[in-house]
């Protein structure tokens, strides 16, 4: 789906580049070697996990479900919450266009399908498989973050509020 033709995009021409407060989903893969898939996102050229805000009429694991589908060609076959990030100093985006918004997003893992190959959108410019304790240097502000909290959640399972 094109920005264009999303929930948000009426929204921005009403209130063209103002802080929006918004709901989110962000989903870790996680292969059977515990790497975990980052996408290079078109937007800021820089790594990123796979995530979005719900459309009209979605709840959350519906939302997180289409978006993995969208920007990684891979429907998940059971996504697992682990925490939720709200934090505005690593939720907070302001968008190459200006558009700036605030996530309060719930954070999902899921297993990769064993032979999936993920597939490029025009949000996913390339996927790589990381290490948790090796992770890029170019990522998005919330990914150590959200890393870290979904190590906490494998090792004490305790929802993680980071």
Request: hydrophobic share 40%; glycine share 8%.
């Amino acid at each position: 789906m094109s920005f264009r033709d999303s929930y948000l995009y009426p929204i921005r021409q009403k209130v063209g580049s103002d802080l929006l407060l918004l709901p989110g989903a962000s989903c870790l893969f996680v292969n059977e070697g515990g790497e975990i898939l980052l996408e290079r996102r078109s937007d800021f050229k820089i790594w990123g996990v796979p995530a979005g805000s719900p459309e009209p009429g979605e709840d959350i694991a519906t939302a997180v479900c289409r978006e993995m589908l969208e920007e990684t060609g891979v429907l998940p076959a059971r996504v697992i919450p682990y925490g939720f990030g709200s934090d505005p100093k690593t939720k907070t985006i302001v968008y190459p266009n200006g558009h700036r918004c605030q996530y309060f997003v719930m954070l999902f893992y899921a297993d990769w399908p064993a032979g999936a190959v993920p597939v490029t959108s025009e949000e996913s410019l390339e996927f790589g498989w990381f290490k948790p304790e090796a992770l890029p240097a170019d990522v998005m502000p919330s990914v150590p973050a959200s890393v870290t909290a979904y190590l906490r959640f494998r090792e004490t399972g305790v929802f993680q509020l980071i």
